[in-house]
């Protein structure tokens, strides 16, 4: 107030207004001076950085790629890689029964196909039926029902829709495509006993391959391997139990056809 005063009298002799930190609700600006201000990122620091960020994602996305077509080949039956051990008299036999197999199935598609087609000649020489035809003796065979209670005299005859109408185009390709996608369906995985056999032999099969593989990976890396860490070996230690594995798993393979043909 004796500042104010002195400046609206000015009074020279006044004293110098001073600000005491202490004493002033309100922080006073030298806190600014004391802020800690960030590096200065360049240019060449900021691409540095979005390339890094970029291989990390490649990365990760080829990690994942690589994991699901790990997942995808465990799901699906594998099959080991036949080398000259087997016998080759064997090997024809099995070789023939399955052409043999096939030319029964193909003759049996060819005859059903061919019934099918005589079916779709058959019904294509059929006459188209006429519903005026059938609306006209239904007008001149029909009579009024009898009066009742609810009706009353009614003299207006009913009107009878046709008996069989002609098949469509479209009907027809249906059924002959459903017809063929079932003979196909017999065909690739049997029908009856024949087909409940196949599955049987495939299942058993796949596991008998499985515990191939699983006793060659305990026998080699002394465990069973997780998915990607065969991946993640480095050469030529790779290859080198990667072909081992496929060698005791074959000897497994060859041990168990010679003691069922035995």
Not at 6 to 21: F, R
Not at 88 to 93: K, M, P, R, T, V
Not at 150 to 163: D, H, K, W
């Amino acid at each position: 107030m004796n500042v104010l005063h002195a400046e609206l009298n000015q009074d020279d002799k006044a004293a110098i207004a001073t600000i005491d930190p202490t004493k002033v609700g309100e922080r006073t600006w030298n806190h600014w001076n004391n802020a800690i201000i960030p590096e200065r990122i360049s240019v060449q620091q900021k691409q540095e950085a979005r390339e890094a960020r970029q291989a990390e994602r490649e990365r990760l996305l080829k990690l994942r790629k690589q994991q699901e077509i790990q997942a995808r080949l465990q799901e699906q039956p594998r099959f080991p890689v036949r080398d000259g051990s087997v016998p080759d008299d064997a090997l024809a036999q099995e070789l023939a029964e399955e052409r043999r197999r096939h030319e029964a199935h193909n003759l049996s598609y060819q005859k059903e196909l061919k019934a099918l087609r005589q079916e779709i000649q058959e019904l294509k020489g059929e006459p188209a039926p006429n519903d005026r035809s059938y609306s006209v003796q239904s007008y001149e065979r029909l009579t009024a029902p009898p009066p009742s209670r609810t009706s009353g005299n009614s003299i207006l005859p009913v009107e009878v829709a046709p008996a069989k109408s002609m098949p469509t185009a479209t009907n027809i390709l249906l059924d002959v495509m459903s017809a063929v996608a079932d003979k196909f369906r017999k065909v690739a995985h049997g029908e009856g006993r024949e087909g409940e056999k196949l599955r049987d032999a495939t299942k058993q099969y796949i596991q008998e391959h499985e515990e191939d593989d699983r006793q060659a990976q305990l026998k080699i890396f002394g465990k069973e391997l997780k998915v990607g860490e065969f991946e993640s070996l480095k050469e030529p230690e790779k290859t080198r139990k990667g072909e081992r594995v496929k060698q005791i798993s074959n000897k497994r393979f060859e041990d168990r056809w010679a003691a069922k043909n035995a």
